[in-house]
């Protein structure tokens, strides 16, 4: 199956988790841009926000992870989460994914996967944001506030995740009848 599919949101919104359970459910290879970044400070020996400030010097980074991307939707037969996945997947995609959630549930999502107080986590999260908004602003000319080229937005935080799941993919389950994607 050549099915690609993107989920793209802020930090905390649950790409990853969701992009996991929908991976599983249709036999989808699971790519997650966050945790590359994260693997990348890890295997630096730094944290996060410190990649961020690097990040903001050099392209490096983002590039690395925005080909990877690329490369990956073009194999087909995955489902891509990060905050860039829709936009450089772009053709490649057959069905993307926004997931939006209101600021205070993200920070608490973003904290207890971190371990960190919320505090910690609005201070880093919120300044990782910004610093992407600029960079991939200035990199790709992409408005991370633009949400237009997705095909389904859903708020994280107005159901359970299985309820949340299930909506997703009663959606898939109708585009893939509808367009027999092979």
Not at 61 to 80: F, P, Q, W, Y
Not at 143 to 164: A, F, G, P, Q, V
Not at 167 to 178: A, D, M, R, T, V
Request: charged letters at 30%; one cysteine or more; glycine letters at 6%.
């Amino acid at each position: 199956m050549h099915l690609v599919i993107t989920v793209s949101g802020l930090h905390g919104t649950g790409k990853s988790t969701y992009a996991k359970a929908l991976s599983k459910e249709f036999g989808l290879r699971h790519i997650s841009a966050g945790q590359f970044f994260r693997k990348i400070a890890k295997d630096k020996g730094i944290a996060v926000k410190d990649l961020t400030l690097i990040a903001e010097k050099s392209n490096e980074v983002d590039l690395l992870i925005d080909e990877r991307t690329k490369k990956e939707a073009k194999k087909g037969s995955t489902i891509i989460d990060g905050a860039l996945a829709g936009w450089m997947a772009k053709s490649y995609a057959n069905i993307k994914i926004y997931l939006k959630s209101p600021d205070e549930i993200r920070i608490e999502r973003i904290a207890k996967r971190d371990g960190i107080t919320y505090k910690e986590a609005e201070k880093i999260t919120l300044f990782r944001e910004k610093a992407e908004r600029k960079r991939f602003k200035k990199l790709y000319d992409v408005n991370l506030n633009d949400i237009s080229i997705y095909d389904l937005i859903i708020n994280t935080s107005l159901m359970s995740l299985e309820s949340n799941i299930k909506c997703i993919s009663i959606f898939i389950q109708e585009y893939l009848s509808n367009n027999m994607v092979k």
